[in-house]
């Protein structure tokens, strides 16, 4: 098997408006982009009313927090970064994933929640199909 076969092609962040994606996820994000590294969809999830600039400004705020700014890495991740509101136990919004995962086969999925909400997640995944190839990361 090649070594690119198991890699995921798509990050999924459930909880993605919290502290934990705040303040590791994003600078950590920025830094596989500073490094051409950030080559897949990143999708943030939440319930929180948000648009995508809102997340997006999150993230800048979130990466200029964490050190000097590369401009150029900081566009790579801005690129890749998608946003989706919905309640974890909608299964319409598993449906809206689908639709943002696209074409990916092995997407990871990072559960940025409370352990509480991990069974509600990872049993909507299943029943919507996308937990087929895919990674959770708790």
Avoid: C
């Amino acid at each position: 098997m090649a070594e690119s076969a198991g890699r995921s092609d798509a990050l999924v962040f459930f909880g993605a408006t919290g502290d934990l994606v705040y303040k590791k996820i994003f600078p950590a994000l920025y830094a596989m982009a500073r490094r051409g590294r950030l080559n897949v969809p990143v999708i943030g999830v939440a319930r929180s009313n948000w648009t995508l600039d809102q997340f997006r400004d999150r993230a800048r705020e979130s990466v200029a927090q964490h050190g000097p700014v590369d401009e150029r890495g900081l566009n790579v991740l801005m690129e890749h970064l998608r946003y989706l509101r919905g309640d974890y136990g909608d299964p319409h919004m598993y449906e809206t994933l689908g639709k943002e995962l696209g074409g990916a086969h092995r997407p990871l999925y990072y559960l940025a929640i409370p352990p509480s909400q991990f069974e509600t997640i990872v049993e909507g995944l299943g029943r919507s199909g996308h937990a087929k190839n895919a990674r959770v990361v708790v």
